[in-house]
């Protein structure tokens, strides 16, 4: 092991990997690392968290399933088991994630939050910082995802208001706000779903809806919506698609702009091509919204010691607030000396081109197309960068002595070879 002074004078650990650097161990890093390790490529994983997978082990409710079919959910090399429901709980999505790291022998280093990387143009690596360690590569692969960090909304009175406020990510389950009146600020697929598990568990709760919503039934005559629609896009042009799909919506759901959902005048499909915003797919809270257990709220205006003011005027008090207002990337805080991604977090290149970026640079998982858009960067990365890893004869396994192991704890030589 070498020791190193970093310009803070505190001691950190310097370690040259083998292969690419993953910085995150959710589906898409995990993926990544199942196709480099067909390939007998070795990787090193860098997370933040105690484990695999923590936004679905650590931040999301009880009772979440899938949203779409498993098929458009699996991972490449090793699908769902045979007795799985067509949408698995986020439990047993967890336990096939177990299993997929433990078939590939993905082992990550844990509690390893990257901090910085940057490439380094005079000796042709990548350096990532976690808190105690540097790490030196050839490539580095992004997999922190898009959902790296909540959403809070900037509606003033937080602070002075006496319940509870919490983000979606923190909401476990409706048990906890039980004969309460909840406030629940946004209508997306967790709003949807957090209002109908409030219901579920006797809570009241008030859903604002802020902006226009495409609201699709999750199944329409016995099939997935999802499925229909990517079906249909293999034949039709997207507009005509998205007319089938609002014409098949409005029989089987009714008009939704009548419960104060309303939809946006560019169809769903076009809608998330172009701004990436997924339509919500209704697991039952349209029913609740129709028989009044669940209110529709318009947008809020400021938060008060007891409630919340509405922008009509009116002025009502709540028990707890439910922040559903998303996530965001946080690539932007971490990745220095790169204009591969958005301020916001994305590849500035859209899909299906934004998996390769320069000097050894990949992301994998910010297609805005779910775990169906991982699977499809994880393939491309790994194949490129085992074509790279074959004709490349000048890379840090010169620095191994012969060494198997993808992680090597760099001696004086190498350091100075790579002026740590
Ligand atoms: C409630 C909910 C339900 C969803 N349901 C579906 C669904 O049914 N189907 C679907 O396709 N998609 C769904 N999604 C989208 C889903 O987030 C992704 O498909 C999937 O989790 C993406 O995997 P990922 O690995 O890209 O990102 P993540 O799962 O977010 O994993 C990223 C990992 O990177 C780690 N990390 C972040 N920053 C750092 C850092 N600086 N250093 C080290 N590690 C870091 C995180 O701790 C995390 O473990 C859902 C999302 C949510 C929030």
């Known amino acids: 092991m070498v020791s190193c002074k970093n310009q803070e004078e505190k001691r950190i650990e310097c370690v040259s990997v083998q ?8 589906p898409s890093g995990l993926a990544v690392s199942a196709c480099l390790s067909k390939n007998d490529i070795p990787f090193l994983v ?6 695999i997978a923590s936004l679905w082990q650590h931040r999301t409710y ?14 490449p090399h090793l699908g769902f088991p045979d007795n799985f429901p067509k949408y698995p709980t986020k439990h047993q999505f967890i336990s096939y994630m177990e299993e997929y790291a433990s078939h590939f022998s993905i082992k990550p280093r844990f509690k390893q939050a ?34 790296a960090e909540p959403l809070i909304p900037e509606i003033g009175g937080f602070d002075m208001f006496h319940g509870r406020v919490v983000h979606a990510s923190k909401y476990k389950s409706g048990s906890e706000f039980k004969n309460q009146q909840v406030l629940v600020v946004g209508c997306g697929n967790s709003g949807m779903e957090v209002s109908l598990d409030l219901c579920r568990h006797n809570a009241t709760s008030h859903m604002v809806v802020r902006n226009t919503v495409h609201v699709l039934p999750r199944e ?8 229909i629609a990517m079906a249909l896009l293999k034949w039709f042009p997207l507009k005509l698609v998205d007319k089938i799909l609002l014409l098949a919506a409005n029989i089987t759901i009714g008009n939704t702009d009548r419960l104060g959902l309303r939809r946006p005048k560019t169809g769903p499909m076009e809608l998330k091509s172009v701004t990436g915003k997924t339509p919500v797919l209704d697991v039952g809270t349209l029913s609740q919204i129709k028989c009044g257990k669940i209110k529709v709220t318009e947008g809020v205006k ?23 207002t998303g996530y965001k990337s946080n690539v932007p805080s971490w990745l220095k000396g790169c204009n591969f ?16 970026g320069d000097d050894g640079l990949y992301t994998v998982g910010f ?18 960068i085992t074509n790279r890893w074959k004709n490349c004869p000048n890379t840090i396994k010169d620095c191994n002595n012969g060494c198997t192991s993808h992680v090597i704890l760099l001696n004086k030589s190498c350091l100075g070879h790579f002026r740590g």
């Open 19 to 26: 292969g690419p650097i993953i910085v995150g161990a959710g």
């Open 46 to 51: 860098l997370e933040r968290s105690d484990c």
């Open 62 to 75: 009880d009772r979440l399933k899938l949203h779409l079919p498993k098929q458009f959910c699996e991972l």
């Open 114 to 147: 990257v901090k910085s990387a940057e490439y380094d143009n005079v000796d042709g690596f990548w350096r990532v910082h976690t808190q105690d360690t540097q790490y030196i590569s050839k490539w580095l692969i992004v997999a922190t995802g898009e959902n």
């Open 220 to 227: 329409m005559f016995g099939f997935s919506t999802f499925g």
């Open 302 to 324: 400021e938060i008060t010691r007891s409630g919340a003011k509405f922008i009509d005027g009116q002025e009502k008090e709540f028990d707890s607030i439910i922040l559903a």
């Open 341 to 356: 991604f958005t301020k916001d977090g994305m590849p500035t290149t859209p899909f299906p081109n934004g998996w390769k």
């Open 367 to 384: 297609t805005g197309r779910g775990l169906l858009g991982t699977a499809s960067d994880a393939v491309k990365i790994a194949q490129d």
